[in-house]
Nanobody, 124 residues
Framework: VQLQASGGGLVQAGGSLRLSCGAS????????MGWFRQAPGKEREFVAA????????DYADSVKGRFTISRDNAKNTVYLQINSLKPEDTAVYFC??????????????????WGQGTQVTVSS
């Protein structure tokens, strides 16, 4: 199984980025997909998750209204549109796949596979 995250970069506060995560080696549509992030010196934290059916999403309070998770099961890809970026959004962003069902979960241990991460840096 391989998850490949991309799309990170350096952006000014208020800017936007679109992260992508392509998956291979698994039946993508059978997995809940999530995004997490980890800032230097901090624990990995939940950002967003989307159900297998695309219908149900969940967001951390800190990103609600600014971030949008989506997926394309035909392309085996999950996306994270991040708008109105703030310096505190600076972190390595990881995608993850979980074999569980509903309800969506926020604990990293509930996810089976992880991507390598993509760096998002927001300058003030």
């Amino acid at each position: 199984v391989q998850l490949q995250a991309s799309g990170g970069g350096l952006v000014q506060a208020g800017g936007s980025l679109r992260l992508s995560c392509g998956a291979s080696g698994l039946t993508f549509s059978s997995y809940v997909m999530g995004w997490f992030r980890q800032a230097p010196g901090k624990e990995r934290e939940f950002v967003a998750a989307i159900s297998r059916s695309l219908i149900i999403t969940d967001y951390a309070d800190s990103v609600k209204g600014r971030f949008t998770i989506s997926r394309d099961n035909a392309k085996n890809t999950v996306y994270l549109q991040i708008n109105s970026l703030k310096p505190e959004d600076t972190a390595v962003y990881f995608c993850a796949a979980g074999s569980y069902g509903l309800p969506l979960r926020r604990f990293p241990g509930d996810y089976n596979y992880w991507g390598q991460g993509t760096q998002v840096t927001v300058s003030s």
